[in-house]
């Protein structure tokens, strides 16, 4: 039993949800390759198809010694990146004590919603919902940030920015990951976006 | 050299690595990747076939021929082409074929998830199963020598977890250029003329065969024991093993890379040095009946769910109810004091051609037949416009059958344009045969969208992105003996409403071709334009967000005089396709005309 909470606590889990559509695969990609790059085990999962059609979608990644599973288990996970606010309130449930949830603040109504049938849930609701969890959370802008720079499907490239301010990996590591996974035309604005995003998180922490 | 791959890039590192010439198959989610990654790489053909039977035969045929080959689908796929499987069997083959099948346990993206181990011991062919990606590239070529061997296909059973899930794979040696001369054909009747006499003969070899297999399983490396604590043996297969590693790190485990047929002795061995014996198996319990056959004792499904995909987290609750774990052992959750959180299933994308098609079968009424596609979505709240959907090609010959039945209402079949070339075409022919009034609307949107936009034989072009003749559907569907073929653009609802009226009067069978492109295609995505509400027209009737476009938002201003949400259009999401702006009553929604014409003063 203590070896499977030793595995556990030797890996670091990472978690990005989102709505299909909004750059979640990248993103995940991207975090398996950089931990791949620091010379650990990695494992991601995904799923394509169906579910990406504007669905809620969760990618898992994970870095260590040696990943088995590449699946976390809820309250395993060490760092819950949300591009999306309802999609926050969904997953955050996942998160270990004490792990860090980085929100876009951003809301997608989903098609219940805008057509009137179901409803949002508001700031309050939100706050209510957070209050009793033992997380360090961070709400970005970064869909604002995104915008700024001329282009807001960045926003995701913004949210592993926010990521990489919790962890011990050298910036170069990321630029040069981030680089080899977007086209050469977008990489500027991608490494820009990224910057923006570590460089506002370093200052909050 | 080490690379971060997915199941299916690997399976496809490994066909090239383990020198396959033909690979062939039908997209579907979630094989898709596999040909896609093959497509380019240098000395093998690969091609998207309309169907996994086309493509199973296409295997076959190269097999024959002294190539190795490769088959690729999705479990339902080999429903598709079982009848071929089945005769490849009998037959074995000049060369090494492998069927690279990928299961979909928990249903992402599929209408079943049936387990394809069924299949391997229903046709006696053995069957592999990968745990990581590393094992998805190997046992491509592992799969192909006992193909050799044993003189058989071999299935390659792969599922959405390992297809889709990435991990570390050390590649090995690239494949040695072919010396570029091709083989003679070998004739051999009796072998492969399956006539009832040479059939006969076949039949008592492919039951022979797997009783050898089953020797061989015995001392292969990939089916390999890892002797923990012996107080409780663990017998496990494909990612399942990495949950059960994952939450009984300390168990003695018997991990099965082939899964049918098993090592009997191996079983035996591992069995009697532990003193509980447990499967840990997605979907059916297959090796736990095989055991059970031995006559040695385990639990499998008695304790873990035959239904649904497993993970690190299923298979420890499971063990926490069969006490062979402590409570303790589960992992601290944060808690949230959650309100009721509004479900957020795929939808319809803003601007989907296939939405005119939908909005107009429901003002009318039509009760409608449905197919696999995205389309199928159109099933889903506002629109509720799809009423069934069971199988590729399913939809023509079910509104053929509910025409011959009668019922009170109209009614059509609708189908999308891959999924005609897949199937579709057999049950028209079977509709202009035997006559009945079935309206077919056949999407067409000029792609196999929903596995990601895969060609297939109307775009006119191949896996490679080739140029190559395309079929038309109007003159394919006249040909077929369609007396009634219509053409329409689902972003123009008049036409849609027009034709599809005009059908519902006719006695004759007929056909409607709705042609718009994908709006996720390139082509439809440079004539983009966001349209927009002009909110002093707005009276809230709320009718456009019943077409269910993900772009039509509820807008915070009220109409005054019912206190009502206004719209508004998500200026992100919007495409401009001009479907909300038909439906609005009071000419609320500006066109695209208008929007240019603004955009044009503004210049």
Known sequence: MNQ????????????????????ILLAADVLALVGMRIGLDVKKAEVHGMAQRGGSVISHVRWGEHVMSPLISAGEVDHLLAFERLEALRYAEMLRPGGTLLINDYRIAPISVSSGNDIYPSDADEEKAYASATVHRYCIQAMEMARELGQ???????????????????????????????PERYGEINRKAFALGRTHTLGLL | MKRLLSGNQAVARGAWEAGVRVAAGYPGTPSTEILETLAPMPGIYAEWCPNEKVATDVAVGAAYAGSRSMAVMKHVGLNVAADSFFYASMTGLEAGMVIACADDPGMHSSQGEQDSRRYAKFARVPCLEPSTSQEAKDMVGIALDL???????????????ISHSHSIVELGPEREPSNGQAPPYRVDTTKYVMVPGNALRRHPVMEE??????????????????????????VTHGIAYQYAKEVF??????????????????????????DGLIVVEELDPAIEEEIKLMGIACEGKSIFPMVGELSPEIVRECAISAGLLAESSRPQQVHLDLPSLPPRPPVLCPGCPHRGIFITTRKLNLVVSGDIGCYTLGFLPPLGALHTCGCMGASIGQAHGVSKAGIQQKHAAVIGDSTFFHTGIP????????????????LDNRTTAMTGHQHHPGTGYTLQGQETPSTELEPLVRALGI???????????????????????????????????????????????????????????????????PAILKSDEVYPRTGRAKTAIDPLLCTGCEICAQVCSVNAILFRSQIEAEQGVEA
């Not at chain 2, 028209?428 to 079935?438: E, H, R, V």
């Not at chain 2, 009226?501 to 007929?510: A, F, H, I, M, Q």
Request: net charge negative; charged share 20%; glycine share 4%.
């Open chain 1, 4 to 23: 499977r909470r030793e595995t556990a606590q030797a890996a670091t889990n990472f978690v990005v949800v989102g709505v299909g559509g909004q750059g």
């Open chain 1, 152 to 182: 807001v499907r960045v926003n995701n490239v913004v949210m592993l920015g926010t990521l990489s301010a919790f962890l011990d990996v050298p910036e170069d590591v990321w630029l040069e990951v981030i680089s080899s996974r977007v």
């Open chain 2, 147 to 161: 193909s050799e061997e044993f003189d058989t296909p071999v299935l390659l059973r792969i599922t959405t977890r």
């Open chain 2, 209 to 234: 065969r797997i009783p050898r297999v089953a020797e061989y399983a015995n001392q292969a490396d990939y089916n390999r024991i890892e002797m923990g604590d012996t107080s409780l043996g663990i």
């Open chain 2, 249 to 274: 790190p300390h168990a003695s485990f018997c991990r099965l890379g082939m899964t049918y047929p098993l090592p009997p002795q191996l079983i035996a061995d591992f069995a009697s040095q532990v």
């Open chain 2, 427 to 442: 049950a028209l022919l079977n509709i202009a045969y035997n006559q009945s009034n079935t309206i077919t609307i056949i």
């Open chain 2, 483 to 549: 007396p009634n073929v219509y053409t329409v653009d689902p972003y123009n609802l008049a036409q849609v409403e027009e034709v599809l009226r005009e059908c519902t009067g006719l006695d004759s069978p007929s056909a409607v071709i709705s042609q718009r492109e994908c709006v996720l295609l390139p082509a439809a995505r440079v004539r983009n334009l966001a349209l927009r509400v002009d909110v002093d027209k707005c009276i809230a009737c709320s009718t456009c967000r019943r077409v269910g476009c």
